[in-house]
């Protein structure tokens, strides 16, 4: 199985800052006969289902504001929230898709500072 | 829009058998375009993907559950769902239900809202 890692496990940040959360995969997910990677980010705010944010490690989903980005490849991810909003607290996973079983990272919970 | 939401029993004895049901509106599985997995989240914890299944009938299983899990699909319905044997209080979660996508789109797009289980007695 692909083990999934985030890091930090919490973070705080300023209003209006900016936010980087790590995952890392136990091996790669970049799948070499289309070069993308198999890696999606996901928001998940108190009692509700997580959302998807990105897919293909850095193609934002239709309808999620261009302040979050993806970025990585291979085994090492970034997912980064720039100008930080009373919206953007919740708990955020990544998720590889490479491979069955699908798995999640831990989770990092973003506040605000 | 899709929408998908979960039903079932709230509270399961352990040693007894966990039924949920996915109802998907909006759209149908009989489409062909997705396949159709539950996930579950401890309190507090994180996700962990159970397994999913195609129209057709084909489904796939986390091999850590995989001896206990079944997921079965009714087209005529437009439903899905899920059943676990031999439940302990490790079992108790919230199960989502989701739809992700075919041939390399494997992401999931749309969740239910979730419905929680307890295993207790």
């Known amino acids: 199985d692909i083990v999934m890692t985030q890091s930090p496990d919490s973070l705080a940040v300023s209003l209006g800052e900016g936010a980087t959360i790590n995952c890392q995969s136990s091996?790669?997910?970049?799948?070499?006969?289309?070069?993308?990677?198999?890696l999606a980010w996901y928001q998940q705010k108190p009692g509700q289902p997580p959302k998807l944010l990105i897919y293909w490690a850095s193609t934002r989903e239709s309808g999620v504001a261009d302040r979050f980005s993806g970025s990585g490849s291979g085994t090492d991810f970034t997912l980064t929230i720039s100008n930080l909003q009373a919206e953007d607290v919740a708990v955020y996973y990544c998720?590889?898709?490479?491979?069955?079983?699908?798995?999640f990272g831990q989770g990092t919970k973003l506040e605000i500072k | 829009q899709v929408q998908l939401q979960e039903s079932g029993p709230g509270l399961v004895k352990p040693s007894q058998t966990l039924s949920l049901t996915c109802s998907v509106s909006g759209g149908s599985i009989s489409s062909g375009s997705y396949y159709w997995s539950w996930i579950r989240q401890p309190a507090g914890k994180g996700l962990e993907w159970i397994g999913r299944?195609?129209?057709?009938?084909?489904?796939n299983y986390n091999p850590s559950l995989k001896s206990r899990v079944t997921i079965s699909v009714d087209t005529s319905k437009n439903q899905f769902s899920l059943k676990m044997t031999s439940v302990t209080a490790a079992d108790t979660a919230v199960y989502y239900c989701?739809?992700?996508?075919?041939?390399?789109?494997?992401?999931?797009?749309?969740w239910g809202q979730g419905t929680l289980v307890s295993v207790s007695s």
């Open positions: 989701a739809r992700g996508g075919t041939t390399g789109t494997y992401w999931f797009d749309a």
């Open positions: 998720q590889q898709y490479y491979s069955t079983p699908y798995g």
């Open positions: 299944i195609y129209a057709s009938g084909t489904a």
């Open positions: 091996q790669s997910i970049l799948y070499s006969s289309n070069n993308k990677n198999y």
